[in-house]
């Protein structure tokens, strides 16, 4: 998650009556954690708190998702990402997102977020292009998004690949600007929908993200009962932290660190998770399979 411009994790302690207590994890700083207990669904949110999963069923270590198939329909019943939460009263943006290589897309955030929306996703640069209710917003995404033929999903390994070769702020803002003069003057803009005159915004040096990109590095692995991190923070984007560690830098996607009981290793514990290498950059193609 972020906060603040700051990405952050959230933790449920046993004694929080389902509250998350959240550690930002800015750029530098050490990261240490060993897991101690099995993973198991993290339940669902409603109304602002989280509703334990009631039988706390076990889950596999390398499903990115952090719910078990009951709590996921739960979820999927009252969802804005799958249409069925379409009473919600805040405004909504519509948003155009540079992924560099992998693409713009378009996509819906609630005003009120501000750019979390484009930080969680790693988007490298976002602009602002519309304003409007949750239906209005929605509708518009996909009459947009076909008129101008961009996709409203991009995988995260499309976006990891994107990472080795980033671009400069300068061809992303230019970019941007081109698709949103494209948005704003298309006849198949909603009625509706209110039209944004912003500024595109980088978001690359939040990240730690150089125009050289992140090149060398290796992925954790879906951990195990018994596994220490241990490591420095060079890099976070999206869902994913870099980490730099006596084995070179390491991408931890904190998507596989969901469910598990973690706590803080003893001083100077050593890393003793394991790594592989990060997965082939992908052709281009339709692959979609990602929800952002």
């Known amino acids: 998650m972020w906060t603040d411009q700051a990405p952050a994790l959230a933790w449920l302690r046993p004694d929080a009556a389902g509250d998350d207590v959240v550690s930002v994890l800015p750029l530098g700083a050490p990261l240490a954690f060993q897991v101690v207990e099995p993973r198991v669904c993290t339940g669902v949110w409603r109304a602002g708190r989280r509703l334990p999963c009631p039988t706390h069923a076990p889950l596999p270590a390398d499903m990115r998702g952090a719910r078990c198939a009951g709590c996921s329909a ?100 230019s970019a941007l600007r081109e698709t949103r003069e494209q948005a704003l003057t298309n006849p198949a803009w909603p009625d509706t929908l209110h039209r944004i005159h912003a500024s595109a915004l980088d978001h690359t040096t939040t990240y730690g993200l150089s125009d050289t990109g992140i090149a060398d590095h290796r ?20 869902c994913d932290i870099y980490v730099e560690t006596p084995l070179g830098l390491v991408l931890v996607d904190t998507r596989l660190l969901a469910g598990w ?23 281009k193609g339709p692959e979609t399979d990602a929800l952002f």
């Open 74 to 173: 739960m979820d999927r019943s009252s969802s804005i990402a799958t249409d069925t939460r379409l009473d919600d009263p805040r405004p909504f943006a519509v948003y155009l997102a540079h992924h560099g290589d992998a693409g713009i897309k378009i996509g819906i955030t609630a005003v009120e977020r501000g750019t979390s929306r484009l930080l969680e996703q790693g988007a490298f640069a976002s602009v602002i292009i519309g304003h409007g209710a949750l239906t209005t917003a929605r509708r518009s995404e996909t009459v947009l998004g076909r008129a101008l033929g961009l996709p409203e999903r991009i995988t995260a390994r499309a976006k990891r690949a994107a990472r080795r070769a980033p671009g400069t702020a300068e061809q992303r803002t």
């Open 261 to 283: 009981g973690l706590t803080t290793p003893e001083p100077d514990s050593p890393f003793t998770a394991a790594l592989r290498e990060p997965e082939p950059t992908p052709q």
């Open 219 to 238: 992925e954790l692995a879906p951990p195990t009962v018994g596994d220490t991190v241990t490591g420095r923070i060079r890099h976070a984007i999206g």
